[in-house]
């Protein structure tokens, strides 16, 4: 059974730090490009940061340069996501996604709150 299971999320102050984990198992995760997607009440969802299976490459969404680190762990088979200064706008609901050609998973979400 393929899962994708997000935690780390929560409620946090302006200014501050939360790192998400991404457990993955039930398929070859090292074979998996990754993302880190978002979806904020009423919004559509926006991509934040996504890295590569081959070389590692890694994309950040403009909003997130600068304030976030994706990496990920094929010992472990979890992906990370490190991201500090958090904002108000950062609230959201972030989810893991895993692709490979046809395939496309996604967990089920963890819920990110920036509020004083």
């Known amino acids: 059974e393929v899962q994708l299971v997000e935690s780390g999320g929560g409620l946090v102050q302006p200014g501050g730090s939360l790192r998400l984990s991404c457990a993955a198992s039930?398929?070859?995760?090292?074979?998996?490009?990754m993302r880190w997607v978002r979806q904020a009440p009423g919004k559509e969802l926006y991509g934040v940061s996504a890295?590569?299976?081959?070389?590692?490459?890694?994309y950040y969404a403009d909003s997130m340069k600068g304030r976030s680190t994706i990496s990920r762990d094929t010992a472990k088979n979890t992906m990370f996501l490190q991201m500090n200064d958090l904002k108000p706008d950062d609230t959201a609901v972030y989810y893991c996604?895993?692709?490979?050609?046809?395939?496309?998973?996604w967990g089920q979400g963890t819920q990110v709150t920036v509020s004083s």
């Open positions: 890295i590569k299976t081959v070389g590692g490459g890694t």
């Open positions: 039930g398929f070859s995760f090292s074979n998996y490009d």
């Open positions: 996604n895993a692709t490979s050609g046809t395939y496309n998973y």
